[in-house]
């Protein structure tokens, strides 16, 4: 039988003059690459194929004609390389620094980093740096309310010649409780002229068609809705804003009871604690069987007709973001989209504001629906004096205007008795 054949690289030899075996050759390859690879390594330290570090400076890593032929001279190159590694390192580190103090400048804060502190002692950080104000922007407005302002916060009403008997109760009101930091924006030139005739502060904006249409003949509603887009100059000159409906009469200095601490403080719609301040609504569905109950989270809305706005980022974007769908919906409330905008989370394809708000006292800004429900049938809480009465419930607002001020200024005690709870 025939023998198997070997190939080539397996027959045996030695120094007879055979082939050299399998084993002999991978030696001698491995040993002509050992020593190419000695060379090369001594001629190139550093590599064949030039590398630019990522660093902020690019250096040439190669030395330019002359190649380095001792030891003493690779060790001076790769001396200087590491030297300016580390230049780029520190380079980088600097604009690194640099950029994040742009970028929170930017942010209009400046952001320090802490370590959490122990249990029960760790609270966020509430209250929004104010913006950078720019007299640019209107540089009439800024000249009187250098003049009217107080410590840069004011009162702000926007009226229009419909509502001139109710707008004189309002800042008859202010003027006898000694205010002096109000403004009266005027929608038309009557009641420009109305205003300056009683010596109250008023501001006649430039001709803008969008609003003065709106301004000269629009209701209620029509003219709260202008407010969003009216007191965003106010903010952007650095100015805090206490908006104010005309239907409210004040009582003592509301400026004397704000905390200050939030982007917006807002008087609310609720008539008690739990819906002015917030509840846990529990929700039945029996069809559900074990899981019938889900808790939900109520309150009632904020009134866009008195509140407290800072000129804070977060308050600019919430009077813009009104204002822009109040342009685009113009069936929607007012009252409705201030508080969508307030309140809702982001969520899928909504992105919610960030912004702090608070609710104030509604004993102390109290709405007409607190008073004659609940305030006006209760001994104790008739003795404490309101900051404001907000007229807001009820239609024949002169008629209880009237009577709230008989009632808390002039003493006459049955002066709210003979209104009914709600609106006839």
């Not at 069936?331 to 912004?355: C, I, R, T």
């Amino acid at each position: 039988m025939a023998g198997r054949r070997e190939a080539p690289l397996m027959r045996g030899g030695g120094a007879s003059g055979q082939p050299l075996s399998r084993g002999s050759r991978i030696a001698a390859a491995v040993a002509v690459g050992v020593t190419l690879g000695c060379v090369c390594a001594f001629i190139y330290p550093d590599g064949l194929i030039s590398r630019s570090p990522d660093s902020a400076i690019h250096w040439p890593r190669r030395v330019d004609s002359v190649a380095c032929k001792t030891p003493k001279e690779v060790a001076n190159v790769k001396s200087q390389l590491a030297s300016l590694e580390r230049k780029n390192a520190e380079l980088r580190k600097q604009i690194d620094e640099l950029s994040m103090k742009l970028q929170l400048a930017g942010q209009g804060k400046n952001q320090a980093f802490y370590s959490a502190g122990p249990f029960g002692t760790v609270k966020a950080l509430r209250t929004n740096p104010t913006v950078m104000p720019d007299e640019s922007i209107n540089p009439r407005l800024a000249k009187i309310l250098q003049q009217v302002a107080v410590k840069k916060e004011l009162i702000v009403a926007v009226a229009n010649s419909n509502v001139k008997e109710t707008l004189e109760m309002w800042f008859t009101n202010i003027k006898r409780i000694g205010i002096s930091n109000y403004l009266v924006v005027a929608l038309d030139d009557n009641v420009e002229d109305f205003c300056k005739s009683k010596e109250v502060p008023v501001y006649r904006r430039d001709p803008d068609e969008g609003i003065d249409s709106i301004g000269k003949t629009g209701g209620n509603h029509a003219v709260s809705a202008l407010k969003f887009r009216i007191l965003r100059e106010f903010l952007q000159l650095g100015y805090s804003v206490l908006l104010s409906d005309i239907d409210i009469m004040f009582f003592q200095n509301p400026f004397d009871h704000l905390y200050r601490d939030s982007d917006i403080e807002s008087m609310s719609d609720g008539h008690d604690n739990m819906t002015a301040y917030g509840f846990n609504d529990v929700f039945d569905e029996p069809s559900m069987g074990w899981a019938r109950y889900a808790h939900t989270m109520r309150i009632w809305v904020y009134n866009s007709g008195f509140f407290f706005i800072r000129p804070t980022i977060p308050s600019v974007e919430l009077l813009d973001r009104v204002a822009r769908r109040l342009s685009r919906e113009p069936k929607s409330w007012d009252q409705a989209v201030f508080n969508e905008e307030l309140f809702f989370p982001s969520h899928p394809g909504y992105e919610g504001l960030h912004a702090s708000k608070r609710t104030m006292d509604i004993y102390l800004f109290m709405n007409s629906k607190v008073l004659f429900k609940t305030v006006r049938k209760d001994a104790q809480l008739l003795k404490l004096k309101p900051v404001i009465v907000h007229l807001n419930y009820h239609p024949d607002k002169e008629q209880r205007m009237k009577a709230v001020i008989e009632f808390y200024v002039n003493g006459k005690q049955n002066a709210l008795e003979h209104f009914p709870d709600g609106s006839e």
